[in-house]
């Protein structure tokens, strides 16, 4: 009997234990960081404005309702707008926020791909050339032994 109720305290812990994991709960720190106080035009986590302590207490007020974070950003966007994301949507013309830097770095891969290989065969053939330096005319070459002889 006792080893009953020992079972079914641990199948209690197990199940809330699960429960819990199936539905996160925001964070205040962890949303701080991922939006915007509307007035700043700075991420929330380190605004310090009275616009940002509202936000900050709507935020609190909807992890004590146990809503997830998806939740809360969309109550968020719906009290102040889409300003208040620190990301861009990822669609529509805000795709572009992500899809332009990009778009440039495959550019720029692209173009080292394509001028490398003729960089290197340029140094290749100039080193088979062997343009050695020019040879010293004779006061050069007495000026540069003078000045070794005073140096040494």
């Excluded at 106080?37 to 616009?51: D, G, M, R, Y």
């Amino acid at each position: 009997m006792l080893a009953g109720a020992g079972l079914g305290a641990i199948a209690w812990l197990g199940t809330t234990g699960t429960a819990a994991a199936a539905a996160p709960v925001g964070s205040l720190p962890q949303i701080e960081r991922q939006v915007m106080c509307v007035t700043c035009k700075i991420p929330l986590a380190v605004a310090e404005s009275p616009q940002a302590d509202r936000e900050r207490a709507f935020i609190q007020g909807l992890i004590d309702e146990g809503k997830d974070e998806a939740a809360i950003k969309h109550a968020l966007v719906g009290q102040y707008g889409q300003a208040v994301l620190a990301l861009p949507s990822d669609s529509g013309f805000d795709l572009a926020a992500y899809l332009v830097p990009l778009a440039a770095v495959v550019v720029l891969l692209a173009a080292l791909a394509v001028l490398l290989p003729r960089w290197r065969r340029r140094a290749r053939a100039q080193a088979r050339a062997g343009n050695p330096a020019p040879a010293l005319s004779a006061a050069d070459s007495r000026r540069l032994d003078a000045d070794i002889e005073r140096f040494d």
